[in-house]
Every structure is written in C-alpha cells, then in structure tokens.
C-alpha cells in the first residue's frame, strides 16, 4: 500500500468584527479552541469593536459533530493524523486570509493575532514560518506548541510583544503544564506579559480589554 497526497481546493469560513475601512488602526487574527465554531467565538471581542478595529475570526476547516452523529458541531485545526500537511495547510490558510483583509486597509495599520486553546499552537506555528507581518501575540488559555524549530522560532519571535492569559480556575491549566509552557517561551527568547483573571477555559472581556490597552 503506497501513501499519496492531492493538493485541493477548499472553502474556508470565516466572520468579522467592523467594517473594512480607511479609518481602521487595528486588525485582529483570532483563532478558535478544539470544538468551537467561528461565529459563536467572535461573540467573545465585542468588546473591541470601536470603529476603529476590525476583528477576523477563521473557522477551522475540519468541522465534527460534538456528540454521537447528529446535534452541535465544532471544528478542530488538526489532529495527529497527518499533522505536517495539516499545518502546511493552517499556514496557507491564514496567510490567504491575512492578505485579503490587508487588501482593504491602511498600509500601517496594527495587527494583533489571538490564538485561545488549541487556536494558540495554531497560530504560534503560523508565525514561526515568519511570513505574517505582526505586532503582537496573545495566547489566551494556549498551549505552546514543542514541535516549532527553534533557529526559525527565535527569528520569528524576536522584540515581538507576547501575553499569555489564562482564568485562575481554568482546568486545563495545571501548574505543570503552565511552567513547562514558561519554559519552553523562554528558550525561545520570548518573555511574555502574565495575566490572569478569575474564570475557567473562557475568554474574559474585561481582561481582554486591559490586555489591549497595555501590551
């Protein structure tokens, strides 16, 4: 049995926060969790919509029923399965999005990518290829991804501001996994700014809202 790959097209989804416009100063990337759906999670930045910022929500392309086989659905960005492709995928995916939404802007406007849950590796893999010109990085409740080569991760994420952001009662967030997190940002020369705020696996608007006026 030989193994062979085809390169296809797809249509991707995703939704927006603000209106495409001369006015706009700041472009946010936000990538969803394991299980969500795009337009339930753009919910979520209403906070930031000013007139002045347009927020971007792509939704993963592999889309699953949550329960058994009917019911709400969710999307996940990959798997295991044939990982390297799914992330040369991600890669291409974003980058198309990225240069249609600059399309419509100013030249210097400010871009911010948010990565929540599995939305964090997404897009800390998408950076290190350092082909997305950004301004800063939010990794909210995320993991950050052991498979990201380091000589290009340190390239990637050098002066480049970095908040981690996580709710004091988020289960997934153990003390473990949050100094093995630490660890691996700082071999990569990434120092972040640390915030918390009392919640779960969620995002919080009023510490979005401060993360937004300090980093």
Not at 17 to 38: F, K, M, R
Not at 140 to 148: G, K, L, Y
Request: aromatic share 10%.
């Amino acid at each position: 049995m030989n193994e062979h790959s085809l390169t296809v097209p797809r249509t991707a989804r995703y939704y927006t926060l603000g209106t495409p416009s001369e006015s706009i100063t700041d472009l946010w990337i936000v990538c969803h969790g394991y299980g969500q759906l795009a337009r339930f999670f753009l919910r979520h930045f209403s906070v930031l919509d000013n007139g002045q910022t347009l927020v971007v929500a792509p939704e993963a392309l592999s889309r699953f029923y949550l329960e058994r086989f009917s019911g709400r659905v969710g999307a996940t960005w990959m798997t295991k399965e044939d990982r390297l492709s799914e992330i040369d995928d991600q890669a291409s995916y974003l980058n198309l999005l990225l240069q249609e939404q600059l399309r419509q802007l100013p030249q210097n406007v400010r871009l911010t990518v948010l990565g929540f849950s599995q939305g964090g590796a997404t897009v800390s893999r998408w950076l290190a290829t350092q082909q997305v010109p950004v301004h800063r990085l939010i990794l909210w409740a995320a993991s950050f991804p052991e498979d990201i080569d380091f000589a290009t991760g340190r390239a990637a994420f050098a002066q480049l501001p970095v908040a981690m952001v996580y709710g004091t009662q988020d289960e997934f967030i153990t003390p473990e996994a949050l100094q093995r997190k630490q660890q691996l940002m700082q071999e990569l020369g990434i120092n972040p700014r640390i915030y918390t705020f009392e919640g779960g696996h969620t995002l919080h608007p009023g510490t979005l809202a401060l993360v937004d006026g300090e980093l």
